[in-house]
């Protein structure tokens, strides 16, 4: 019986033959088993093989993978825009700061001269001609400013809800101011001071009973009849004499013309606008129900 020889039958030699057989001292089974080895050696976590990314560099199983660049700013761009905590701060600073604007700044300042002109007026039993004269000065400051400040706000852009609220504030307040203090010290009627009030206080009231319908246009003497006041309220601060002292009623009484007829423009415009409302609602519901 031929016997088959060691080498042939794989025994040690024929090993050491076939692993000698690929040049560099390794069969290609061994890099096989090689690089499967290496693929799956713990990464440098400890938490699976480590693995290479897009980049070329080599992270581990499990591992994060670090993004191609840096978040900037705190924002994250796989996470979505995610403003950073400096970033929220200065979006606050920038809505602040727009409340500080011009527009806002003079109505600010309109108020600050309704107490200044109250004390002015009434500074020396308010018979003072120098006092009162500092008084109309103030007052025409007031009423200076009140003509610029809407068209800056408007013109400009520089609408806010501070000044929505403070502006007409603002323009009742120094008018009121005046017209108390002169009928307190006698100078001009009460019932002359109770007139242009209670419109102005009864139209604000009206444009809150109707705003559910629609909002009140401006009445088209409205600028005539502020302008009007203006120049009447302030011939009386004045400690005026003589043919001025007479003008000044008639400027006065044609205030108070305007104050009323722009008045009953107004509540005529609200009646309209409520019954225009209401039919518009009714016609809805009809349709509805159709």
């Not at 139209?203 to 629609?214: N, W």
Request: aromatic share 6%; charged share 20%.
């Amino acid at each position: 019986m031929t016997g088959v020889p060691a080498s042939a039958a794989g025994g040690p030699s024929g090993t050491r033959r076939v692993a000698g057989a690929v040049p560099g001292g390794m069969s290609a089974s061994g890099r096989v088993v090689a690089r499967e080895a290496r693929g799956t050696a713990p990464g440098p976590s400890g938490g699976g093989p480590a693995r290479r990314d897009a980049s070329g560099g080599v992270r581990a199983h499990g591992d994060a993978a670090a993004p191609a660049t840096a978040p900037r700013d705190g924002v994250d761009a796989e996470d979505g825009a995610k403003p950073a905590r400096g970033a929220k701060i200065a979006a606050a600073a920038v809505n602040q700061a727009s409340v500080w604007n011009i527009a806002n700044l003079l109505t600010m300042l309109r108020l600050l001269l309704v107490p200044a002109f109250v004390v002015l007026m009434l500074a020396e039993g308010g018979d003072d001609p120098a006092w009162r004269s500092f008084a109309w000065a103030a007052f025409a400051i007031a009423m200076i400013t009140d003509l610029f400040d809407g068209h800056l706000a408007r013109t400009y852009n520089l609408v806010t809800d501070f000044g929505k609220i403070a502006d007409p504030i603002a323009d009742k307040a120094i008018m009121g101011a005046a017209l108390i203090c002169l009928s307190s010290l006698g100078d001009l009627p009460w019932w002359v001071t109770g007139v242009i009030l209670g419109r102005e206080l009864g139209i604000t009231l009206l444009r809150f009973l109707v705003i559910r319908y629609g909002v009140i246009p401006a009445s088209r003497g409205g600028k005539l009849k502020t302008l009007t006041q203006g120049i009447a309220v302030g011939m009386y601060v004045l400690a005026l004499t003589g043919w001025l002292a007479t003008l000044r009623w008639w400027v006065m009484a044609a205030a108070v013309v305007l104050t009323v007829a722009t008045g009953l423009d107004y509540v005529k415009q609200a009646i309209v606008l409520r019954r225009r409302g209401i039919a518009e609602r009714q016609a809805a519901l009809e349709d509805t129900e159709a």
